[in-house]
């Protein structure tokens, strides 16, 4: 018969608690200033233009968003798929979703220029456009998960985990193949192409199941809550199967550009001529984010600290990748007629330089702090993870 587990809150004293929301609010403050900045002296403050309009902020939001769908994979795992050895981080890994998708729409928000009429593209959708229709994939994604994080801290609800567990697993998919698709059906040279489907649901389970593991080791640590060895074997084949997921996705992508005549130039471009992009792809996004912590992940036995460490190279690697995918694919230069040649005085056929500011950075990084600050506020205030994790779990009800 499986041990009963017991749930509680973020423990430890109150002054180490209020020092980490202090450290928290440095990079918050900074973001907020960036935001304020920017407002007031308008995107000229940033290495955007009318070229490169989804600049590293992008690459911020873009990224937790996809985290954000990988990080529920372990929960749907325990109440869908009816794994009980995820079943005691099934709420922390509810709660570190919401999170990152808090974060990543928050900055994606205050990047838009004009973030006091965000009422306005809430309220009046194109229905065309799948920019718009991701307005309410985002809302049916925050509302399903969230009912779904109640019915598991309420005890009176869970016998309805399951269905709300489904539907959360299905606006999932949703989310995560339409972020895909935003890009797959973009008619520049470095997009056009469904495989950003399929390679970004690959890419959301890595980044998503990094972020989780990093904070699962960060709050055990912080107060010695013991987490079995069990448990972090799992953790650790399922991020390994989705790093070399995600390395067999993007080196389909990047042969098929290859193989195709009309897209060759663009493979060259990424593979060999992009510099900065060159080097993110090869250096950041297969070496630290996938080659490095794959050849981590198959060591046996794995110690945790090597664990964080393949975590937070698989979150670099995915940042070098967004910026790869978003700043690279906008700094190609747009082919509007194929098979002919351009000549305008509007960059036809230039490699578009960009060079993010600082601004640009730290409005990414206040967003990475706010997902941060919510996940420990949460925490502290909710009973969300169990006072032992080397306890065996029930099914569900």
Same mark, same amino acid.
């Given at each position: 018969?499986?041990?009963?587990?017991?749930?509680?809150?973020?423990?430890?004293?109150?002054?180490?608690?209020?020092?980490?929301?202090?450290?928290?609010?440095?990079?918050?403050?900074?973001?907020?200033?960036?935001?304020?900045?920017?407002?007031?002296?308008?995107?000229?403050?940033?290495?955007?233009?009318?070229?490169?309009?989804?600049?590293? #902020?992008?690459?911020?939001?873009?990224?937790? +968003?996809?985290?954000?769908?990988?990080?529920?994979?372990?929960?749907?795992? @325990?109440?869908?798929?009816?794994?009980?050895?995820? $079943?005691?981080?099934?709420? %922390?890994?509810?709660?570190?979703?919401? =999170?990152?998708? +808090?974060?990543?729409?928050?900055?994606?928000?205050?990047?838009?220029?004009?973030?006091?009429?965000?009422?306005?593209?809430?309220?009046?959708?194109?229905?065309?456009?799948?920019?718009?229709?991701? +307005?309410?994939?985002?809302?049916g994604f925050m509302l399903s998960v969230g009912v779904y994080?109640?019915?598991? %801290?309420?005890?009176?609800?869970?016998?309805?985990?399951?269905?709300?567990?489904?539907?959360?697993?299905?606006?999932?998919?949703?989310?995560?193949?339409?972020?895909?698709?935003?890009?797959?059906?973009?008619?520049?040279?470095?997009?056009?192409?469904?495989?950003?489907?399929?390679?970004?649901? =690959?890419?959301?389970?890595?980044?998503?199941?990094?972020?989780?593991?990093?904070?699962?080791?960060?709050?055990?640590?912080?107060?010695?809550?013991? +987490?079995?060895?069990?448990?972090?074997?799992?953790?650790?084949?399922?991020?390994?199967?989705?790093?070399?997921?995600?390395?067999?996705?993007? &080196?389909?992508?990047?042969?098929?550009?290859?193989?195709?005549?009309?897209?060759?130039?663009?493979?060259?471009? %990424?593979?060999?001529?992009?510099?900065?992009?060159?080097?993110? %792809?090869?250096?950041?996004?297969?070496?630290?984010?996938?080659?490095?912590?794959?050849?981590?992940?198959? $060591?046996? #036995?794995?110690?945790?600290?090597?664990?964080?460490?393949?975590?937070?190279?698989?979150?670099?690697?995915?940042?070098?990748?967004?910026?790869?995918?978003?700043?690279?694919?906008?700094?190609?230069?747009?082919?509007?007629?194929?098979?002919?040649?351009?000549?305008?005085?509007?960059?036809?056929?230039?490699?578009?330089?960009?060079?993010?500011?600082?601004?640009? &950075?730290?409005?990414?990084?206040?967003?990475?702090?706010?997902?941060?600050?919510?996940?420990?506020? @949460?925490?502290?205030?909710?009973?969300?993870?169990?006072?032992?994790?080397?306890?065996?779990?029930? #099914?569900?009800?």
């Open positions: 018969m499986a041990e009963s587990l017991i749930y509680c809150e973020l423990g430890g004293s109150g002054r180490r608690y209020w020092a980490l929301l202090a450290l928290l609010g440095v990079p918050l403050a900074l973001g907020a200033f960036a935001y304020f900045y920017i407002e007031h002296y308008g995107h000229i403050a940033t290495g955007m233009d009318n070229q490169i309009v989804w600049g590293m #902020p992008h690459v911020f939001a873009v990224f937790l +968003v996809i985290a954000a769908t990988g990080a529920l994979n372990i929960a749907m795992a @325990a109440s869908v798929f009816r794994k009980a050895v995820y $079943r005691p981080v099934a709420p %922390l890994s509810a709660l570190v979703s919401l =999170a990152l998708l +808090v974060g990543g729409l928050a900055v994606l928000m205050l990047d838009l220029g004009r973030s006091d009429r965000m009422i306005v593209a809430i309220t009046k959708l194109n229905p065309a456009s799948l920019f718009a229709r991701r +307005v309410i994939f985002y809302d994080l109640w019915f598991l %801290l309420e005890r009176r609800m869970n016998r309805y985990i399951k269905p709300a567990a489904i539907v959360a697993f299905f606006w999932q998919l949703l989310l995560v193949t339409s972020t895909g698709l935003e890009f797959g059906f973009n008619f520049r040279a470095v997009y056009d192409s469904v495989l950003y489907a399929p390679m970004f649901i =690959a890419f959301s389970s890595a980044y998503g199941a990094a972020a989780l593991i990093l904070v699962l080791l960060a709050v055990c640590r912080w107060e010695e809550r013991p +987490v079995s060895d069990e448990l972090l074997r799992r953790l650790k084949n399922w991020l390994g199967i989705s790093v070399g997921a995600s390395l067999f996705f993007a &080196v389909l992508f990047l042969g098929t550009k290859y193989e195709l005549a009309r897209s060759r130039d663009v493979a060259r471009f %990424l593979l060999f001529d992009g510099g900065v992009y060159t080097a993110l %792809l090869w250096l950041g996004q297969i070496a630290l984010g996938g080659i490095a912590p794959l050849a981590l992940l198959l $060591r046996s #036995p794995l110690r945790r600290s090597a664990l964080g460490w393949a975590c937070a190279m698989v979150i670099l690697g995915g940042l070098a990748q967004m910026y790869v995918t978003l700043i690279g694919g906008q700094a190609y230069p747009q082919i509007l007629f194929p098979g002919l040649v351009e000549s305008s005085s509007f960059f036809d056929g230039e490699i578009h330089p960009y060079t993010p500011s600082l601004v640009e &950075v730290l409005l990414g990084m206040g967003a990475v702090a706010l997902a941060a600050a919510i996940i420990a506020v @949460a925490l502290r205030a909710l009973a969300m993870l169990p006072t032992r994790l080397d306890q065996s779990a029930g #099914p569900q009800a």
